[in-house]
């Protein structure tokens, strides 16, 4: 079993994570990171709380569903940061810390790795990772964001599913066409989080929405929505500066979706 250094990662955090980090803990093995950090008091406003395991025995993914990777297949971080403030369009969050890790794997030396609405990144037509943001209501109406990443690194060639299916499961190893150094690689996603924390609270999802389009993998493709007022169908049509998923139902109808799950998603066909 592969286990993580965690002083060579928090070495290798960048300077703006270090020097707002008030505590760092990594785990051979625990069952949820993100569980074990809400269950955590905050960090102060403006500061990190990290921890990190490449053995999760009991991930959580959104709407209850279990993250499940082999023990030493993968990274799985959670990261808990306090805004001063209850942030509008905080569930975008999601969307921009997806976009951090991309450009963070893009630094890792492994780039082309696109975007899935609302929490997934996509390696080739694969799932390569997820992400699950949670919140915990503080005094004075500052709020605490937990922040879970889920990153397949190895997997082995049983855990791969053929690409015939559809964000069939994806990992590094498969897809990128040099492995980098793993505690490098942990660090360069904590640091990815953490600025798309620090960044969202400065600006907001806008500053994220051009680049967060040019990774869109939904676009163009036919969908299939699950919403909480039924499914939603048509094409992607990009998303909206507030991180609303656009899906264009035709005869010019073009319908804003803020929550819900892709539970089907079709081949692309020609790209505006």
Not at 153 to 166: I, M
Request: hydrophobic content about 40%; aromatic content about 6%.
């Amino acid at each position: 079993m592969i286990n993580l250094d965690g002083e060579a990662i928090r070495r290798s955090l960048g300077d703006i994570v270090a020097s707002r980090l008030s505590r760092f803990d990594a785990f051979d093995e625990i069952e949820s990171t993100n569980s074990y950090l809400m269950q955590q008091a905050g960090p102060p406003p403006g500061r990190f709380h990290v921890a990190i395991t490449d053995n999760q025995t009991r991930g959580r993914g959104r709407h209850g569903r279990v993250w499940r990777s082999p023990p030493g297949s993968g990274l799985c971080a959670s990261v808990a940061y306090t805004f001063d403030t209850q942030l509008r369009g905080l569930p975008a969050l999601t969307l921009a810390i997806g976009l951090g890790l991309a450009e963070a794997l893009d630094g890792a030396g492994v780039p082309g790795v696109r975007l899935k609405w609302p929490n997934d990144l996509v390696a080739g037509d694969g799932k390569l990772g997820g992400i699950l943001t949670e919140t915990q209501a503080r005094p004075n109406a500052a709020v605490t964001v937990v922040a879970g990443v889920g990153i397949n690194v190895d997997l082995g060639p049983e855990f791969r599913v053929g690409a015939d299916r559809a964000l069939c499961a994806a990992d590094l190893a498969g897809f990128a066409t040099a492995m980098p150094p793993r505690d490098e690689l942990a660090a360069r996603l904590i640091d990815g989080v953490c600025a798309a924390c620090v960044g969202f609270e400065d600006g907001g999802f806008a500053r994220y929405a051009d680049g967060w389009s040019r990774r869109d993998w939904l676009r163009g493709r036919e969908l299939t929505i699950e919403t909480t007022r039924g499914p939603v169908t048509g094409i992607g049509a990009g998303i909206d500066v507030d991180g609303a998923l656009l899906v264009d139902e035709g005869g010019g109808s073009v319908r804003h979706v803020t929550s819900g799950s892709v539970v089907a998603a079709g081949a692309t066909g020609p790209r505006a």
